[in-house]
T-cell receptor, first 116, second 115 residues
Framework: AQTVTQSQPEMSVQEAETVTLSCTYD???????LFWYKQPPSRQMILVIR??????QNATENRFSVNFQKAAKSFSLKISDSQLGDAAMYFC?????????????FGKGTTLSVSS | DTEVTQTPKHLVMGMTNKKSLKCEQH?????MYWYKQKAKKPPELMFV???????INESVPSRFSPECPNSSLLNLHLHALQPEDSALYLC??????????????FGNGTRLTVT
């Protein structure tokens, strides 16, 4: 069974600085998708970025980028030029291909605080 | 603006009450999901509907009863709940149940308190 591990329960960063959130996963599959979701106090889970396992190029969305290391089974999220609105709980998630991929497998989350 | 709408935002109910949570999406998605989330924890999958048919029930107690009247609507009927059922209930949708590259779109959730 697949598992997702986020080893940092809490992280903090100052405005305009860069922070990296860690995520590792365990799987025997070769084709899958990885996601980072953000959940601010407003409660809605918002998709931040996604990465297909077969794509070697790291995904980027504005200030958010990932460092995807398939062999190491690592999928970290880098937030550049941090803003107060980035404060939230961040979840790393894994989704298999095919019938096994019905549901997302979430990590336990990392709470990010941003100070001015 | 959220594309998945959940009502109500907050709900307080007694253990003998019957209430329903509602979820609506107009993105043409054919898969819809109910998740339960406790504070500071990841969401836990409860039910999955595909083309209005129940595909997955993650051994959820029968006091939770899902219903999918059409492809845009998803309900969760609640009856005889326990205080430990207090949580945030999230609805989500995606294009297809097995479309692994299709992200889930979540609603804002319903904060449920059982007294």
């Amino acid at each position: 069974a697949q598992t997702v591990t986020q080893s940092q329960p809490e992280m903090s960063v100052q405005e305009a600085e860069t922070v990296t959130l860690s995520c590792t996963y365990d799987t025997s599959e070769s084709d899958y998708y990885l996601f980072w979701y953000k959940q601010p106090p407003s409660r809605q889970m918002i998709l931040v970025i996604r990465q297909e396992a077969y794509k070697q190029q790291n995904a980027t969305e504005n200030r958010f980028s990932v460092n995807f290391q398939k062999a190491a089974k690592s999928f970290s999220l880098k937030i550049s030029d941090s803003q107060l609105g980035d404060a939230a709980m961040y979840f790393c998630a894994y989704r298999s291909r095919g019938q096994a991929g019905t549901a997302l497998i979430f990590g336990k989350g990392t709470t990010l605080s941003v100070s001015s | 603006d959220t594309e998945v709408t959940q009502t109500p935002k907050h709900l307080v109910m007694g253990m003998t009450n019957k209430k329903s949570l509602k979820c609506e999406q107009h993105m043409g998605h054919r898969a819809m999901y109910w998740y339960k989330q406790k504070a500071k924890k990841p969401p836990e999958l409860m039910f999955v509907y595909s083309y209005e048919k129940l595909s997955i029930n993650e051994s959820v107690p029968s006091r939770f009863s899902p219903e999918c009247p059409n492809s845009s609507l998803l309900n969760l009927h609640l009856h005889a709940l326990q205080p430990e059922d207090s949580a945030l209930y999230l609805c989500a949708s995606s294009q297809e149940i097995y479309s692994y590259n299709s992200p889930l779109h979540f609603g804002n959730g319903t904060r449920l308190t059982v007294t």
